[in-house]
């Protein structure tokens, strides 16, 4: 699949593919996988189950993150309220503990019940609860461990300082070999 380009996968379903879902993620155990929006939980109904059940499965694979994300569209978007969402929130810490979480928005669609700003200050506010060192976790260290973020930078910054058989870094090695190119081409 992806894991061959070290690529992340995003599951974006809704709770009655969690079951196939955890097949899916079932066949390829080497590949990260991303959860979006909690699988679209039906909020606004307040039912819990079987959604529940399908995301307890889907967090006893640890390849898999799940993203807070997308909840105030999944309840009433004129009156949902952070205590509609908490025991969903609940579910997904349980299921995936504080090192598979991470914060997202899903702007623009969250304005359709509630701004960018108030989508956020949701997950902020319910992860107040939790210590600090969840809180940095879930507001960006987890997403820095699963997409690499800053590993990339350091392994180009590696790259860009090796060196070559003629002595110059790749830039100036491709540059030097463009220029040859240019020569031995106005030599013809």
């Known amino acids: 699949m992806f894991e061959e380009f070290d690529l992340a996968y995003d599951i ?5 593919h969690l079951p196939v879902a955890a097949e899916f993620v079932r066949r390829f155990p080497r590949q990260r996988f991303i959860l979006d929006h909690l699988a679209k939980p039906l909020i606004k109904s307040g039912k819990l189950r079987p959604w529940e059940r399908g995301m307890r499965e889907l967090g006893t694979f640890p390849n898999v993150f799940c993203k807070l994300s997308g909840l105030v569209t999944e309840d009433d978007w004129q009156n949902w309220k952070p205590e509609h969402i908490a025991p969903y929130m609940d579910v997904a810490f349980e299921s995936f ?6 914060i997202g928005s899903d702007w623009p669609v969250c304005t359709l019940a509630a701004s960018y700003t108030r989508a956020i200050n949701l997950v902020e506010s319910y992860l107040s609860q939790h210590a600090t060192e969840v809180q940095e976790a879930t507001l960006g260290g987890n997403a820095q461990q699963l997409w690499k973020l800053g590993t990339r930078q350091k392994q180009l910054s590696h790259e860009s300082q090796h060196t070559f058989g003629n002595g110059k870094n790749k830039r100036e090695g491709d ?8 020569v031995s081409g106005n030599q013809r």
Request: net charge positive; glycine share 10%.
């Open 97 to 102: 503990g504080p090192r598979r979480l991470m």
């Open 175 to 182: 540059a030097a070999d463009a220029s040859a190119g240019a």
């Open 12 to 16: 974006l379903i809704y709770p009655k």
